[in-house]
């Protein structure tokens, strides 16, 4: 208790020398600076996709560069004579060359794929394939897939949803179109639309999507690193999905199905017509359980995969049968296409020109756990990594020095200070512990507060 007694007396006495309570209030500001600042720079330089390498360097340069100035910086105030203005000067420059790192773009994201990799699977009759080639899956989005090390385990299936996919090429877009002054624009549109019409051998079939099904137009902009996670759109059955920058999948429940049942001993496969179209059809989905051998590789990476034996979970079939495609609907000829209509995206009441494409063929969506399939969960995107390391380099190195200047300079004022009034230096740093203990979680809170909703910390 006495030990006590003697500590907060001591505080007390202190604060009673009003000659000090601007340098309390300097320490206090000065330490919670540094506070909201130094914590994140190890966080900060993560976001931009800077490596642990490129840290390390830049953690042993600053400091050596940042070391020289202070002697040099205490020699030219000797000669100007005017201590205060230079203080003031460095303390000024080290604030806006913080802000300074605002400014380092992204070097590096590092994408995390979907648990699970949405698959084009059934009988790939349009690119050659004859009746009785196998089943086949294949990637149905860009990702880089990666081989696992082995294929000899059964992989389970989800099928999701039949539909029609249609090929968009850069060489049918028409640039006239009010819609569409972009690629990128027709994209969105195509996939803002609210409504389609499919143009096949039975008739025209027309389809309205529901609000939940369009996704928002903030969704498709914006900052890179909001797609560092990416997820699954959901809604299989009903939404419009752009599967790569050149394919786009309408689906079409009632109109097709895929089905594998037993003839002449033989298991067979096929994308056949459901006959059940109406507004109350429903798409149900079924569970496979597959067997695969990769047949197309490219840059090291694998696309389609083709599938040995296939069986259907608690049914009464054969467990892992082979399996052939037939062509009953004789794919490959059948005349098929899907009208868009596009919005104005000055006026989203108004349908600005309608899209036909015709280049479409019946297929069928499912989902397989990606690590099956693929090694690779993650992909690292590089941008221009050299101008994001030394942007952050030299900014990092004039913050060293210029700070370091500043905090030395203010370090020589404030004991020349306490020698005068005969001051306590450690019970000054009190106050300066106090600042950073606020400002930095207080920081912290605003981060995170900012950063709501986004795929990245928002600094």
Not at 35 to 49: D, F, N, S
Not at 108 to 136: A, N, Q
Not at 362 to 385: M, Q
Request: net charge positive.
């Amino acid at each position: 208790m006495k030990f006590l007694a003697t500590f907060f007396g001591r505080i007390t006495s202190d604060f009673r020398q009003k000659e000090l309570l601007t340098l309390k209030l300097l320490f206090f500001v000065h330490a919670s600076t540094l506070y909201v600042l130094y914590p994140y720079l190890t966080i900060h330089m993560r976001e931009l996709g800077i490596n642990v390498e490129e840290t390390a360097i830049m953690s042993a340069v600053t400091p050596c560069v940042a070391i020289i100035m202070p002697p040099i910086a205490g020699i030219i105030a000797d000669k100007i004579g005017n201590f205060k203005v230079l203080l003031a000067l460095f303390s000024s420059l080290g604030g806006c060359v913080s802000l300074l790192l605002l400014l380092v773009p992204v070097g590096r994201i590092t994408i995390t794929y979907p648990e699970r990799t949405i698959v084009k699977f059934g009988c790939d009759f349009m690119t050659g394939g004859v009746t009785g080639d196998r089943v086949t899956l294949s990637l149905a989005e860009d990702h880089l897939c990666m081989p696992v090390t082995s294929y000899n385990i059964s992989v389970p299936v989800k099928l999701e949803a039949c539909g029609i996919i249609c090929d968009r090429f850069q060489q049918d877009f028409d640039l006239d179109v009010k819609s569409s002054k972009k690629l990128i624009e027709e994209s969105i549109a195509i996939l803002r639309a609210r409504s389609y019409a499919v143009t096949e051998d039975r008739g025209n079939f027309y389809y309205e999507l529901a609000a939940e099904d369009i996704p928002k137009l903030s969704t498709q902009m914006g900052d890179a690193r909001n797609y560092r996670f990416l997820k699954n759109k959901e809604r299989f059955t009903t939404s419009v999905r752009n599967l790569t920058k050149t394919k786009y999948f309408f689906p079409t429940n009632g109109l097709y199905n895929f089905n594998c049942d037993v003839k002449d001993s033989v298991y067979v496969c096929d994308i056949n017509e459901e006959n059940k179209y109406s507004k109350s059809y429903r798409f149900v989905s079924r569970n496979y359980s597959v067997k695969l051998q990769p047949v197309d590789f490219i840059k090291t990476g694998v696309r389609q995969f083709k599938i040995l034996t296939l069986s259907e979970p608690n049914s009464a079939k054969t467990a892992f049968q082979s399996v052939t495609c037939i062509d009953d609907l004789n794919l490959a000829s059948r005349n098929l296409s899907i009208s868009v209509p596009l919005l104005n995206p000055d006026n989203n009441l108004q349908i600005s020109t309608i899209l036909k494409m015709d280049k479409c063929e019946p297929s069928c969506l499912a989902t397989v756990p990606r690590s099956s399939i693929c090694s690779n969960g993650k992909n690292t995107v590089e941008f221009d990594v050299s101008l994001t390391f030394w942007t952050y380099l030299i900014i990092r190195v004039l913050i060293g020095i210029i700070g370091g200047t500043a905090f030395a300079m203010f370090e020589g004022a404030v004991i020349a200070i306490l020698r005068e009034h005969k001051g306590d230096y450690g019970l000054q740093r009190i106050y300066a512990s106090i600042g950073g203990m606020i400002s930095s979680p207080l920081s912290g809170i605003l981060i995170d507060y900012a950063s709501r909703g986004k795929g990245y910390t928002d600094f």
